[in-house]
Every structure is written in structure tokens, then in C-alpha cells.
T-cell receptor, first 109, second 114 residues
Framework: AQRVTQPEKLLSVFKGAPVELKCNYSYSGSPELFWYVQYSRQRLQLLLRHISRESIKGFTADLNKGETSFHLKKPFAQEEDSAMYYC???????????FGEGTQLTVNP | AAGVIQSPRHLIKEKRETATLKCYPI?????VYWYQQGPGQDPQFLIS???????DKGSIPDRFSAQQFSDYHSELNMSSLELGDSALYFC?????????????FGPGTRLTVL
């Protein structure tokens, strides 16, 4: 069965520092990977997906099939990046999402 | 732009009672997904519907049932509620066949079972 692991429940950095949120997955096929973000008291929203290879709000994530990882990175964190971040896996387009446990990112001034 | 609507936003029930959660997808979206998020846990997939037919089933208890109606809204019916059912219930919708089939999430219904 597929599984998504986010080893850090909490991550705290200072404004302007680089940030990396780790995500590892286990799945025998070729999944689609996503990062979802949930700002305080707001709904889950898609941040980025691996297939589009885009940068959103300065965040990037590269799918490493050899290491089965999909880490989220940003070179200079901003206070408004403080939120809960979920890594998610989709077996096939349109199928259920399997979420990781989430990482609460706090960016301190 | 219209987003996914869930009602009610908060619900308090006693043990053994029943509850009905409603989800109104984004207009023209034909697929609905339900997820359950317990305290401090990640969202867990429950069930999904496409064109009013169940398309996938996850860890949904037999006490729960769901359906999608002709207007594509969906309802999650929960009976014989237990304390462990207290959670945030998310609904998401997507348009089958669209780019990436992105799932758009609602704000969730927070169910508290006393």
C-alpha cells in the first residue's frame, strides 16, 4: 500500500533563511506527488504538483524517484509562509490522495 | 470564484446519534471526495463519487454511508456515532478529465461527539 512520510511535525526557521520540508513516499508504481498548504483557519489548497515542475510563491519541489522523495524547498522563507504543509500522493490522476502527517512551519521574524 | 461549500461548519452530537454532512462541489465539478482528519492526524480518504456512482472506497466504517445526487452535491450520513468519530471532515471536488484532475477542498465540517 502507498505511504507518505513527513519526518518533521514541527519546523521553525527565521525569516530569510532557507527552508526544506521533507517528504518520502513508498509506492510501487509511478505516483503523482503534491504539496498542499493550510494557512491558519483556511482550507487546504494545492501549492504545487511535481508533474508541472513549477515554482509557486518561491517554493519548488523535485521528485527523486531513486530516493522516493519529494522535498519542498524555498531559499528565503517569509513570515507569511507559516502554515501546515502536507505532502500527498495520488496513484493515478483523479484517484484518492494519500497524505503525510503534515509539517507545521513557523517562520520567525 | 465559487469554492466547495460544506455544511454545517460545526456539529455537536451525542453518542449513538446520527449526523448528516453536506458537500456542494464547485459548479460543473462531477467528482466528490470525502476525507476524515482526526485530531493531530493527517486526512484519511473515506469515499469518492463520480457522476453519482461510487468510484472508490477507503477506510469508511460500515456505520457511514454516502451518496452523490443529480446536482452533484454529496451527503455523508453517519449513524451510531462514537466518540472516535470526532474529527474534521473534508470534502473535495474535481472535474474528471480536466488538467491534472486537481482536487479543490472545502473548509471542512468539525464534528464533535460527546
Amino acid at each position: 500500500a502507498q505511504r507518505v512520510t513527513q519526518p518533521e511535525k514541527l519546523l521553525s526557521v527565521f525569516k530569510g533563511a532557507p527552508v526544506e520540508l521533507k517528504c518520502n513516499y513508498s509506492y510501487s508504481g509511478s505516483p503523482e506527488l503534491f504539496w498542499y498548504v493550510q494557512y491558519s483557519r483556511q482550507r487546504l489548497q494545492l501549492l504545487l504538483r511535481h508533474i508541472s515542475r513549477e515554482s509557486i510563491k518561491g517554493f519548488t519541489a523535485d521528485l527523486n524517484k531513486g530516493e522516493t522523495s519529494f522535498h519542498l524547498k524555498k531559499p528565503f522563507a517569509q513570515e507569511e509562509d507559516s502554515a501546515m504543509y502536507y505532502c500527498a500522493l495520488e496513484e493515478t490522476s483523479g484517484s484518492r490522495l494519500t497524505f503525510g502527517e503534515g509539517t507545521q512551519l513557523t517562520v520567525n521574524p | 470564484a465559487a469554492g466547495v461549500i460544506q455544511s454545517p461548519r460545526h456539529l455537536i452530537k451525542e453518542k449513538r446519534e446520527t449526523a448528516t454532512l453536506k458537500c456542494y462541489p464547485i459548479p460543473r465539478h462531477d467528482t466528490v471526495y470525502w476525507y476524515q482528519q482526526g485530531p493531530g492526524q493527517d486526512p484519511q480518504f473515506l469515499i469518492s463519487f463520480y457522476e453519482k456512482m461510487q468510484s472508490d472506497k477507503g477506510s469508511i466504517p460500515d456505520r457511514f454511508s454516502a451518496q452523490q445526487f443529480s446536482d452533484y452535491h454529496s451527503e455523508l450520513n453517519m449513524s451510531s456515532l462514537e466518540l472516535g468519530d470526532s474529527a474534521l471532515y473534508f470534502c473535495a471536488s474535481s472535474l474528471h478529465g480536466s488538467s491534472y484532475n486537481e482536487q479543490f477542498f472545502g473548509p471542512g465540517t468539525r464534528l464533535t461527539v460527546l
